[in-house]
Structures are given as C-alpha cells and as structure tokens.
C-alpha cells in the first residue's frame, strides 16, 4: 500500500514540477478538489480532446457536435431527476467531525479484504515459486474462501440497501463492519442522510427562490435539450449521436486522489439516439466501440474491465463502466448507459413540447431511446499520465523518469537541440524548427549540455529530440533520439517530418 501512495505522490509532484497540473489557487492555500492545468498540462488535455472529438465527430459519419451552456433553465434539473434523486448518502463522525460518503466507507472496507487476499497469493507466490498454481490456490486456501465469503455476502447486502435506497440500513452495516473513522478512530457515527451534489447559484439581480440555478452536474443535459434543435436542422436521420466536451460541477463530499474526483472537472459525451427496442444492440455496440478507443493509445488491455452496475442511476436499463487500474486500483474512467427514452420523455413532459421523431423507414412516430458514452477528461489525463509515468536505472547506473505518453498526445511532438551553442548550429536548428511547426508542435533548445537537454524532454514526454550538430552543417542531416529506446538514427532533413510521422 505504502508503495502504490509513494508512486502516487510521485506523479502528483511530477505532474507540479513539469507544468503539468497545479493545485487551484495555491497562492491561497489552493482550494479543495479544484485545479488548473500548466503549460504541459493543457497540451496533454487538448490532445485528449482532440483525439476523443475527432474519433466521434470525423469517424462517424452519423455524430454531430454542440457546445451548450452551462447555465441552463432549473426546470431542466427537476425534469432531469437531478434536484430529487442526485444524490450521496453522507455520515459524519462526531468525534472528528470528519465528513464521509457511507457507500465509500463500505467500499474501502472491501478493498481492504481484498488486499488480504492480494497478500495472500503474494506470500503463497513467494514460497512456492515456479510451482504455484494461482486458480488452484484460490480455490483451495481456506483463510481466501472465508475472505472472498465476506466480500461477497457484503457486496451483495451492501447492493441490496444502496438499491433501495435504505440509510438506516447502511448506518447499521457499518456499525456492524466496526468501520471507524480514520481520523479519529472511533465509530461514533451520526445518521446517514442524502446530499444533492449540485452547486446552486442565483441568475439576475433579485434573490428569489425561482432565481435558482444550478451549475450543470453533467453534460448530457444541454444535448437532450437540443435534440430536437439538432435533428431538425441537421436533418440527422436515426440512429444518430450528438457529442458535447465541456465543463461539469459537482459537490463531492469525498474529494481526494488528485484529479480523479474534483469538484469542477470535464466531461466528454455522446447521447446516440436510436428506435426502441435496438437500444441493447447499440448499447453492446458502444461498449466495444469505446473500449477499442482506449486501447488504441497503445495501453493494454489488461489494465482495463468492464464493470456492470448493480444499482442503476434512475435513468437506465443497463450500465457498464470501463474501469482502468490507477496507481490506487482499478476504478471507473468512463460510464456507458443505456438511458431508455427517459430523458427525452421528461424533457417533454416538463416544457410540454412534442419530442417525437417520425421514422419513415417504419411509418411510425416515437420518442427516440438513447445510449450515452460517457467519460471524464480528467480522468483519461490522470490515466495517461500513470500509465506513462515510467523510473528507469540507465545501463550506465543513471536515472531517468520518462513520460512514456503515446506519441500523438504529448506536449510537444518533438524537440530540436543545437549540440553547442556557435558555429552557425542555432541558427540551422531554428530553421529546421520553422520548417517543423507547421505540422508539430515543436521546441526549440539551446540551454544546458545536451544529456540535461534529453533528460528534460523525457519527463514530458517529446518523442523525439532532434540533434543539430556539425555534421549537419556538412550534409544536411541530424540525429533524432527516440524517447524509449534513446535510440538515435541519423536521418537527412528532406526525411525529418515522414521520419515523425511513420515512428
Ligand atoms: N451523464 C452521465 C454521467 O455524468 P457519471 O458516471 O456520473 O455519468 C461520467 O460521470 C464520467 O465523468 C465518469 O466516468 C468520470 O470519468 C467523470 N467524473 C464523474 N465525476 C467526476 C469528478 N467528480 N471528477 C472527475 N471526473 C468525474
């Protein structure tokens, strides 16, 4: 455990040192589960943006974008479910008067069994080596039946309450799991009672109830409310989807691990509308569809599942998460819904406007059902950047951390590196610069020996570092070092660009 938080940390200040990601308003002491992106940062997360727009937008012929507000009409949020049912069970503990979500503690306290079971396998790894037989360990280790037993029966009871929507039940099973708080380590607990996570703000000068508006706790909001707006004018023909990349809020009440769970954060979405009745084709669709989307940036599968929910938002017929296995374990980096026509049907009622499409294939009017992929900007960023974030011991017994970022994503494509700063080598790598920024995002550098150069292009992630030296004065060629091999192949400059392109 020690050694997931010390990686964690690691990145955390990795992410600080290079201009990646800043606590919000530091000046001030920062501000709790906000924060801003640097320099590097806002390239990585433009990168992300761009490869999740464009895979949307470009690779399907059928998906329109939109940029809806995020202040929208209350009525929206009451049609939406989200004022009565967006909510989280909260228990405080009177000792510490320490603040927590009753379904975390309950969740942690899984974990934990599951990490005995974890230390369990490493300590039967260890002392029978070459010979363990892991499938037969677990089904034989009678301390690992009687754990897995108990986060089974506490899985399912837990599921059970959270279903039915029971908080004196939840209060009473964690009295029962002797879960106690971590700051104070008593069980003195108060009720569990439901907090609505929206951030409630008043629009216009006159503080009046009806003034109430809320800071959208999702995206999707602003498409259902523009279905009709988009197909009509669009002529969009169903099956179609509409994507949004844009801000949410919400008021987390545990907000810890780094960017993982923040108050204001990003969100990517696609609401993809289709007739009744396909919706769970579309749904199997999408699932594939977006995992393929992850594992095309080069990160394996096995650090990817798919979740399927057990308690259903009041929304949906079916869900699933893609989980990704973070520094602290394997937790949900994007939601996929199917979200039936409950969306669009509420919208109705409530504005009482007519949202029906008429599918001429089939001669018939309906309210279209929806399929919703989901995923959080910041939470694709944090996964990239652990899963990038790479120590390595050089042959020569050196250092180095390297961002091992896909390639397509990082900051900058690649770097150009005056070997010495005379002999006309600047100025030759600055043309070479010139030349390259049309087509990458480039960075010109002369300061510091050449070793330090790389060392800092590596722990942002540049691909490639192109070295000018005086060979290049001689016959118009450089070396470009690739970032995770520290390979170096000498390439003429006519090549440099296809060189970039094709590694
Ligand atoms: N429209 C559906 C929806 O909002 P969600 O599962 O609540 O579903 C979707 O959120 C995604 O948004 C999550 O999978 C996660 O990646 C991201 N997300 C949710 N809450 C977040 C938070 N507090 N901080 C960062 N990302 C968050």
């Given at each position: 455990?020690?050694?997931?938080?010390?990686?964690?940390?690691?990145?955390?200040s990795?992410?600080k040192?290079?201009?990646?990601?800043?606590?919000?308003?530091?000046?001030?002491?920062?501000?709790?589960?906000?924060?801003?992106?640097?320099?590097?940062?806002?390239?990585?997360?433009?990168n992300i943006?761009?490869?999740?727009?464009?895979?949307?937008?470009?690779?399907?012929?059928?998906?329109?974008?939109?940029?809806?507000?995020?202040?929208?009409h209350?009525?929206?949020?009451?049609?939406?479910?989200?004022?009565?049912?967006?909510?989280?069970?909260?228990?405080?503990?009177k000792?510490?008067?320490?603040r927590?979500?009753?379904?975390?503690?309950?969740?942690?306290?899984?974990?934990?069994?599951?990490?005995?079971?974890?230390?369990?396998?490493a300590?039967?790894?260890?002392?029978?080596?070459?010979?363990?037989?892991?499938?037969?360990?677990?089904?034989?280790?009678?301390?690992?039946?009687?754990?897995?037993?108990?986060?089974?029966?506490?899985?399912?009871?837990?599921?059970?309450l959270?279903?039915?929507?029971?908080?004196?039940?939840?209060?009473d099973?964690?009295?029962?799991?002797?879960?106690?708080?971590?700051?104070?380590?008593?069980?003195?607990?108060?009720?569990?009672?439901?907090?609505?996570?929206?951030?409630?703000?008043?629009?216009?000068?006159?503080?009046?109830?009806?003034?109430?508006?809320?800071?959208?706790?999702e995206?999707?909001?602003?498409?259902?409310?523009?279905?009709?707006?988009?197909?009509?004018t669009?002529?969009?023909?169903?099956?179609?989807?509409?994507?949004?990349?844009?801000?949410?809020?919400?008021?987390?009440?545990?907000?810890?691990?780094?960017?993982f769970?923040?108050?204001?954060?990003?969100?990517?979405?696609?609401?993809?509308?289709?007739?009744?009745?396909?919706?769970?084709q579309?749904?199997?669709?999408?699932?594939?569809?977006?995992?393929?989307?992850?594992?095309?940036?080069?990160?394996?599968?096995?650090?990817y599942?798919y979740?399927?929910?057990?308690?259903?938002?009041?929304?949906?017929?079916?869900?699933?998460?893609?989980?990704f296995?973070?520094?602290?374990?394997?937790?949900?980096?994007?939601?996929?819904h199917?979200?039936?026509?409950?969306?669009?049907?509420?919208?109705?009622?409530?504005?009482?406007?007519?949202?029906?499409?008429?599918?001429?294939?089939?001669?018939?009017?309906?309210?279209?059902?929806?399929?919703?992929?989901?995923?959080?900007?910041?939470?694709?960023?944090?996964?990239?950047?652990?899963?990038?974030?790479?120590?390595?011991?050089?042959?020569?017994?050196?250092q180095?951390?390297?961002?091992?970022?896909?390639?397509?994503?990082?900051?900058?494509?690649?770097?150009?590196?005056?070997?010495?700063?005379?002999?006309?080598?600047?100025?030759?790598?600055?043309?070479?610069?010139?030349?390259l920024?049309?087509?990458?995002?480039?960075?010109?550098?002369?300061?510091?020996?050449?070793?330090?150069?790389?060392?800092?292009?590596?722990?942002?992630?540049?691909?490639?570092?192109?070295?000018v030296?005086?060979?290049?004065?001689?016959?118009?060629?450089?070396?470009?070092?690739?970032?995770?091999?520290?390979?170096?192949?000498?390439?003429s400059?006519?090549?440099?660009?296809?060189?970039?392109?094709?590694?």
């Open positions: 455990m020690a050694n997931t938080e010390d990686f964690f940390k690691k990145i955390t990795h992410a040192e290079y201009g990646f990601v800043f606590q919000s308003s530091e000046l001030y002491d920062g501000l709790s589960a906000v924060y801003d992106y640097g320099p590097n940062g806002v390239e990585l997360k433009n943006k761009q490869y999740w727009w464009r895979s949307m937008t470009q690779m399907h012929e059928n998906i329109v974008g939109i940029d809806s507000a995020v202040f929208m209350p009525k929206i949020w009451k049609a939406s479910g989200h004022v009565d049912a967006f909510n989280d069970p909260l228990i405080d503990n000792d510490s008067k320490k927590y979500r009753a379904d975390v503690l309950i969740e942690d306290h899984i974990a934990k069994i599951e990490e005995k079971i974890n230390k369990e396998i300590k039967a790894k260890k002392r029978f080596g070459d010979n363990f037989n892991e499938e037969q360990f677990l089904a034989t280790s009678e301390r690992v039946k009687g754990y897995k037993a108990q986060v089974e029966d506490i899985h399912q009871r837990f599921a059970d959270m279903n039915a929507n029971d908080l004196k039940g939840l209060r099973l964690i009295i029962e799991l002797e879960i106690a708080c971590p700051i104070s380590g008593t069980r003195n607990w108060t009720d569990v009672r439901q907090f609505n996570l929206m951030f409630a703000t008043k629009m216009g000068s006159v503080s009046d109830d009806s003034d109430t508006i809320y800071l959208r706790p995206t999707a909001q602003g498409i259902f409310v523009n279905y009709l707006n988009v197909q009509k669009g002529r969009m023909k169903i099956p179609f989807g509409i994507a949004q990349i844009g801000k949410a809020f919400r008021n987390e009440i545990v907000a810890r691990q780094f960017i769970r923040m108050r204001e954060f990003e969100q990517m979405e696609m609401e993809f509308f289709c007739r009744p009745g396909t919706e769970m579309w749904f199997e669709y999408w699932k594939q569809e977006r995992l393929n989307w992850h594992l095309a940036l080069g990160i394996p599968k096995e650090k599942r979740h399927d929910h057990e308690k259903l938002a009041h929304y949906a017929n079916a869900a699933t998460d893609i989980e296995e973070f520094p602290f374990g394997f937790k949900e980096l994007e939601g996929i199917s979200r039936t026509d409950f969306d669009l049907k509420r919208h109705q009622e409530f504005s009482g406007k007519k949202i029906q499409y008429f599918d001429s294939e089939i001669n018939e009017s309906y309210i279209p059902y929806c399929v919703e992929t989901s995923i959080g900007l910041d939470r694709t960023f944090l996964a990239v950047l652990s899963y990038a974030f790479t120590e390595e011991t050089l042959e020569d017994g050196s180095r951390v390297v961002l091992k970022l896909p390639k397509m994503l990082a900051p900058y494509r690649c770097a150009v590196l005056p070997l010495v700063n005379k002999d006309g080598l600047p100025e030759k790598a600055k043309k070479i610069v010139d030349d920024r049309w087509s990458f995002r480039t960075h010109y550098e002369e300061k510091d020996t050449i070793g330090k150069r790389y060392r800092r292009h590596d722990a942002i992630g540049t691909p490639f570092c192109i070295t030296d005086t060979q290049t004065m001689e016959d118009d060629t450089v070396t470009i070092r690739e970032r995770d091999t520290m390979q170096q192949e000498r390439v400059l006519d090549n440099i660009k296809s060189f970039i392109l094709q590694h």
